[in-house]
């Protein structure tokens, strides 16, 4: 059985850090293509940056130069380190898995993220 669980999000100030973590059972890395996602009030989940199993990452636009994905086999952990934080980075964050094969789809609860002075 999969289960994604998030942690580390919280409330920090425009220009600090937060590193999310995504520990996943139940998940093979080589298999699945890790992501995470946002989801701000009253809009729709985007997709915030991605790593493949062969381990290719790429990012949205908006948060390209701040945020890094990378992931810890051992752990079987996705992290988000996210750099220079702003406003408009508000948002539940939520892991996302997808075999690379079948298709399967998994998603964690989500965890806050809120940027404000």
């Known amino acids: 059985q999969v289960q994604l669980v998030e942690s580390g999000g919280g409330l920090v100030q425009p220009g600090g850090s937060l590193r999310l973590s995504c520990a996943a059972s139940?998940?093979?890395?080589?298999?699945?293509?890790m992501g995470w996602y946002r989801q701000a009030p009253g809009k729709q989940r985007e997709l915030v940056a991605v790593i493949t199993s062969g381990g290719s990452t790429n990012y949205a636009d908006s948060v390209k130069g701040r945020f890094i994905i990378s992931g810890d086999n051992a752990k079987n952990t996705v992290y988000l380190q996210m750099n220079s934080l702003k406003p408009e980075d508000t948002a539940v964050y939520y892991c996302?898995?997808?075999?690379?094969?079948?298709?399967?789809?998994?998603w964690g609860q989500g965890t806050q993220v809120t940027v404000s002075s």
């Open positions: 139940g998940v093979i890395f080589s298999m699945h293509d």
């Open positions: 996302k898995a997808q075999h690379r094969t079948r298709g399967y789809v998994y």
